[in-house]
Each structure stands twice: as C-alpha cells, then as structure tokens.
C-alpha cells in the first residue's frame, strides 16, 4: 500500500456488472442487544470465485452489494426493535460513492429517510471539523 484507503479506492474502481446483479452473503447474528456482521459466508463464496477465476470486477461488485445488502439488513432490523425509520451514513466508508448511492437508495426504497453530508466531508475532514468545534467551546468555556 502506498497510501491511505488504497485497497478500498482500488476495489471499489474495479468494479464490474454481474450479468445477475449478484452479491455475495453476509451473516446478521444476534450478539446480546446488537448484531454481528458475521463474514464466514462471505469468504466461502470470494473463495470459489476465486479459484474459478471470475473477473476481478464482478468479484468486487458482488462484495460491494453483498455490502449494500447487509447494511440494509442492519437497518431493517433496528427498525423492528426501535420503531426508528432515520438513518444517518456518515464516516470513510461514504466516500465509497457506489455503496454511497447503492446504500441511501435502496433504504429509501425500504421506507426510510435517509441523512447523509452534503457540507462537510464525512471521513476525517467531518471528524476535524468537530475536533475543532470542541475545542473552541471549550476555549470560550474558561
């Protein structure tokens, strides 16, 4: 890796259009009184794809909307227990434009209102920015 976010950048540039619009499986397993993203089946199906040499943009399109489907998953489940029908997408990983717009549109599609950053940058630039903000509260609270 030569920087910050490489193989992320570089998946997500790869990706392809499965003919099937395919994604590969996640795992949502109950943990107390919250979920684990289990990824076992994940990697059993990257894996076959693998050693039956599938394109590397079909390989990172399903990973990509395997993503998209499990987060939805997440969404869709809350919403059981909380009756909560706001999501807020925010941090590095909304720098993924495809999981971005995949994501947000598919949980609109779903019945939910959907926030994300329009002014401010939503990985470490938002963090800063915050960062900057408490400190200046507190500069003018002593």
């Known amino acids: 890796m030569n920087y910050e976010a490489q193989a992320a950048i570089e998946l997500e540039t790869a990706i392809g259009s499965p003919a ?63 009756r909560l029908s706001r999501v807020c997408l925010s941090g590095g990983t909304f720098n993924n434009v495809y999981v971005s717009l995949h994501l947000s549109q598919q949980l609109r599609e779903n019945g939910f209102e959907v926030f994300q950053q329009s002014e401010v940058p939503c990985g470490d630039g938002g963090l800063s920015l915050g960062q900057v903000m408490v400190a200046a509260h507190k500069m003018t609270q002593a």
């Open 20 to 82: 099937d619009g395919s994604s590969y499986p996640f795992e949502l397993l109950l943990d107390h009184d919250g979920w684990i993203i289990g990824t076992r089946p994940l990697f059993e199906a990257l894996l076959r794809d693998l050693v039956s040499n599938t394109p590397t943009g079909i390989v990172s399109a399903r990973f990509h909307n395997g993503l998209v489907d499990v987060l939805v998953r997440v969404a869709t489940v809350t919403r059981e227990r909380t």
